[in-house]
């Protein structure tokens, strides 16, 4: 990651989870102690890698507090790059202020479904940024602030029964997951193959899929939120620009709005749940 970072001697990063310390001595090895900044929001992970920094010879600057605020020392633009061995739903603001025009973030984005997608944006003004995700297959804890509310034990409801217009296993693979998480954000999924089960708790909305007659699948929703017409018609726009991998998705960063795109900026895209 610190090589898909682009960074560069004599600059300074932000690394936000500090966990076990390997990576940050990983950076402080490349640019030096004073040039690294790790922040771990767990005081007990937060010691424990300290010593085993101190053990291999690195002293980074180790903050611990919340890594969704980034340094809390830090003036704006104070930093070249960041990087997070973290997850998110979105792009922190408060991070994206720390990191100077033309610096670079990269950073995982995954939800409550548990798909992820690893993007490197370039920071174009004060709380803007743009960027492509990567390619391969890179995944993290979500940070605690953003992962999903307790939940009770599922029960699978009664609802509108219909045939379904893809294939439910389509969501089951990395992309198409990733596909449906960015049209259902709110929704936890579950399930395997052609039985797959979509659940927003904040709502009550379900989907679940069955396999049907003929070779077809029938889909059952209940609740003000149409979960699978939501995913259907994003994994139609996706099979209809021949089903690329992330590195054929962007991202779009502003205070307005923070967009997933697929193709070009004004292809289609869906909004993250800010």
């Not at 890179?138 to 009770?152: L, N, Q, V």
């Not at 995913?231 to 962007?250: I, K, N, S, T």
Request: aromatic share 8%; net charge neutral; glycine share 12%.
């Amino acid at each position: 990651m610190w090589q898909q970072l682009e960074v560069k001697p004599g600059q300074k990063v932000l690394e936000v989870g500090t966990g076990t310390g390997y990576s940050t001595a990983l950076g402080a090895h490349r640019l030096g102690d004073d040039r690294v900044t790790s922040v771990e929001y767990d005081p007990v992970v937060g010691r424990a890698a300290a010593s085993a920094l101190k053990a291999a010879g690195y002293a980074p600057r180790l903050v611990v507090g919340d890594g969704l605020r980034g340094d809390p020392d830090a003036s704006a633009g104070a930093y070249d790059r960041l990087i997070a061995t973290c997850s998110f739903r979105y792009v922190p603001m408060a991070r994206l202020h720390q990191v100077k025009p033309g610096g670079k973030i990269l950073v995982t984005l995954s939800g409550w479904s548990y798909a992820s997608g690893l993007a490197l944006l370039t920071v174009t003004g004060p709380g803007s940024a743009t960027g492509r995700f990567l390619p391969g297959y890179t995944s993290f804890m979500i940070a605690r602030p953003h992962d999903r509310p307790p939940r009770p034990t599922l029960a699978l409801l009664p609802g509108e029964e219909r045939t379904s217009l893809v294939d439910p296993a389509v969501i089951g693979t990395w992309t198409g997951s990733w596909v449906a998480q960015l049209a259902a954000p709110a929704a936890e999924r579950m399930g395997a193959g052609a039985e797959q089960i979509l659940w927003d708790v904040s709502t009550g909305s379900q989907a679940r899929t069955l396999p049907g007659p003929d070779g077809r699948w029938t889909v059952v929703q209940r609740g003000p939120v149409r979960l699978w017409d939501r995913v259907e018609a994003a994994v139609r726009l996706w099979q209809a620009a021949d089903e690329p991998h992330q590195e054929g998705f962007g991202i779009t960063v502003s205070a307005a709005r923070q967009r997933v795109w697929i193709g070009t900026e004004d292809g289609p895209g869906w909004d993250l749940p800010v």
